[in-house]
């Protein structure tokens, strides 16, 4: 049984820093592409990073979050995790991973967590 769940969200200042967690199971992740998402009050789902399967090895970034968001993964431990730098009021939202069990990305949201809040606030 697929199953991921996401951890690691919070309340945090702006500027601040916080790392998400995706734990998954009834599959390997290093052979898969896994997509964090993140749905802000009021607008849709929008897919903001997602980490390709380890044999092809690349990342890949919206632009809102690039140069600050950063993705990666244990294999040891089948979790994926997005260290989110300088984070901004606007980056507050629900935030999800997901897969679609391809290796390629970005993924369809086949399979997704139950999201975690992240809220930036003074």
Do not use: H
Not at 11 to 23: A, D, H, N
Not at 33 to 45: L, N, Y
Not at 69 to 92: C, G, H, W
Not at 100 to 111: F, I, N, S
């Amino acid at each position: 049984q697929v199953q991921l769940v996401e951890s690691g969200g919070g309340l945090v200042q702006p500027g601040g820093s916080l790392r998400l967690s995706c734990v998954a199971s009834g599959f390997t992740i290093t052979n898969y592409a896994i997509g964090w998402f993140r749905q802000a009050p009021g607008k849709e789902r929008k897919r903001i990073a997602c980490i390709s399967d380890n044999y092809a090895g690349y990342n890949y970034y919206v632009d809102a979050v690039k140069a600050r968001f950063s993705i990666s993964r244990d294999n040891a431990k089948n979790t994926v995790y997005l260290q989110m730098n300088n984070l901004k009021p606007e980056d507050t939202a629900i935030y999800y991973c997901a897969t679609d069990l391809r290796a390629q990305c970005p993924p369809d949201e086949t399979y997704r967590g139950q999201g975690t809040q992240v809220t930036v606030s003074s």
